[in-house]
């Protein structure tokens, strides 16, 4: 055992120093399987192939072709205006039709870092212009994009409903509530502080509401035809994700801006994305063998199960766990990880799966923008040349906004239809 105390320690060492969290994951399975007596290295590739043998995560690489096909199309310039439209007598609106058009988007595109990097470049110069200054900008954007996590499609859910048996449908419905309640809260954030400084004038930009309408309404439909399919029983999961990449080539192809160079970009730009994600899906995958090999997991079910006859402190003691946790790994790897562990509990401690996903998913979401190792951070950071140090300070109070959202939906489930969706 204390082998594997010095393993998972070296591998939190390995993240720190900037190691990418696959290469940390595999040298420490790599580690394990040779250096334990029942174990050989002749597991890694098999288990890694059987992770991967799964029709659902076919929707992985879908959803994102999806969402470029939706930007290259320039959809997310026609959210923008209609945003701006809507929000342009607003003081602060500038900053709500940040937050606005970053969730249509993401009803597309199921991915948060697709979302601040497709969004940002537009939103964040705008704010600025509007008198926000660019750290705070960029922080809104950053925790606006949380909600390509959300609202479905979502690819988080698509893998923690593959690795627990969580129906994915119900994922995608229960999301959707919170994913639209986190935008309101955001929204009046941005204008309550937007109120105390120069960017709580209306915007300059004048658009008018019906043409901005009519031009969005392409991207509107992509997300209605994905979760309107699902839900109807039409299609499932795979399936949506595919009607939704034949819609935007449609899309494509009707606005006159389907070129093989572009197409070219856009399955080179998937594949990197796909091959990202499911990597590391492989090589967790590994680690939870190992985990549950050395009775680890048991381990950790026992450790925690006391506290399985109180769910409001499981759920507080889990939500922290994944909180510290989602600060240094990757949030893919600690699904894989530690939902499949942490799912059985949570049903014994009389909490529902889907809601226990939802809460689950917010925290990975909410990862994704904490320091010192959250990945739209770094994305953002990409397209702002904003520093690091900056951005930590300009975030910190929109966390805390995201946690308390967590904590409500935590403490008040009806607002996801919990009841109705699983019985």
């Known amino acids: 055992m204390m082998f594997f105390v010095v393993a998972f320690l070296a591998f939190l060492f390995m993240v720190f120093i900037g190691t990418p969290v696959v290469v940390a994951l595999g040298c420490i399975a ?8 029942g174990l050989s290295i002749h597991v890694l590739t098999q288990v890694m192939y059987i992770g991967l ?42 900053s709500c039709s940040c ?59 698509v893998v923690y409903g593959t690795v627990t048996e969580t ?9 959707i509530i919170p994913g639209l309640l986190l935008a309101a ?38 997300p209605l035809i994905i979760v309107g399919s699902i839900l109807s029983g039409i299609a499932t999961t795979t399936e949506a994700a595919i009607t939704a990449v034949l819609y935007g080539l449609v899309v494509l192809a009707v606005k006159r801006k389907f070129r093989i160079a572009v197409l070219r970009d856009i399955v080179q730009r998937t ?24 009775g680890t997991g048991i381990m950790l079910m026992e450790t925690l199960r006391p506290l399985t006859q109180n769910s409001t402190w499981f759920f507080l003691v889990v939500n922290a766990i994944l909180f510290v946790l989602g600060m240094f790994i990757e949030p893919t790897a600690i699904i894989l990880m530690l939902a499949p562990l942490l799912v059985p509990l949570a049903t014994s401690a ?34 702002t040349n904003i520093r690091q140090k900056d951005l930590y300070l300009a975030i910190a109070p929109l966390v805390l906004v995201v946690a308390s959202v967590i904590v409500l939906i935590i403490f008040v489930p009806e607002i996801i239809f919990i009841k109705k969706l699983s019985y």
């Open 30 to 37: 790599i580690a394990v399987l040779t250096n334990t007596d």
């Open 53 to 94: 043998d799964r029709f659902i995560l076919l929707a992985v690489p879908l959803f994102l072709f999806a969402g470029m096909l939706m930007e290259a199309a320039g959809m997310t310039t026609s959210l923008s205006r209609l945003s701006k439209a809507i929000f342009g007598k607003t003081p602060g609106g500038c």
């Open 350 to 383: 009389g909490i529902d799966p889907v809601h226990f996903g939802i809460v689950v998913i917010m925290n990975m979401a909410l990862a994704m923008a904490t320091p010192p190792f959250g990945i739209n951070l770094f994305a953002v950071s990409t397209i």
């Open 99 to 157: 937050v606005l058009s970053t969730m249509l988007f993401a009803a597309s595109s199921g991915s948060s870092t697709a979302t601040t990097l497709a969004i940002g470049r537009f939103t964040i110069p705008e704010m600025v212009r509007d008198g926000m200054t660019r750290d705070k900008s960029a922080a809104l954007q950053v925790i606006s994009a949380e909600l390509g996590v959300i609202i479905p499609p979502s690819i988080p859910m």
């Open 271 to 294: 594949a990197l994305q796909t091959a990202q994600i499911l990597i590391i899906f492989s090589v967790a995958n590994v680690v939870s063998y190992i985990i549950t090999w050395s």
């Open 185 to 222: 809260v955001l929204m009046v954030y941005a204008v309550f502080t937007a109120k105390k400084g120069p960017a709580g004038r209306p915007s300059a930009e004048k658009i008018l509401l019906g043409p901005a309408l009519l031009s969005a309404i392409p991207a509107i439909l992509m």
């Open 167 to 175: 129906p994915i449908d119900l994922l995608f419905v229960a999301g």
